[in-house]
């Protein structure tokens, strides 16, 4: 089992910042990715950006150049950078573990709204 609690959602203004932390109940690097999800309002949860134990990274295409994942033993963070009011979603850890096992967080809301 791993938990993992988000932190760091709120509300920002569009072009504002904004810094999510997960931190797991065991070291990131003993799991096989790492990454973050979001959902909005009437839409399915969507990939935000991902990270393997081996440091690969992606992005969905909508966040790139904005969002940066990143990691040390215990936390992941995403750095949100030029927030755009679509980006408004709540935020969801997930980790896969060697099995292949899902697991999540209870998620973060963020709003990005003037």
């Known amino acids: 089992q791993v938990q993992l609690v988000e932190s760091g959602g709120g509300l920002v203004e569009p072009g504002g910042s904004l810094r999510l932390s997960c931190i797991a109940s065991r070291n990131i690097f003993s799991l096989r990715s790492m990454a973050w999800y979001r959902q909005a309002p009437g839409k399915e949860r969507e990939l935000v950006a991902l990270i393997t134990s081996g440091g690969v990274i992606n992005y969905a295409d909508s966040v790139k150049g904005r969002f940066t994942i990143s990691r040390d033993n215990a936390k992941m963070y995403l750095q949100m950078n030029s927030l755009k009011p679509e980006d408004r979603a709540v935020y969801y850890c997930?980790?896969?573990?060697?099995?292949?096992?899902?697991?999540w967080g209870q998620g973060t809301q963020v709003t990005v709204s003037s």
């Open positions: 997930n980790a896969v573990d060697l099995n292949l096992r899902n697991f």
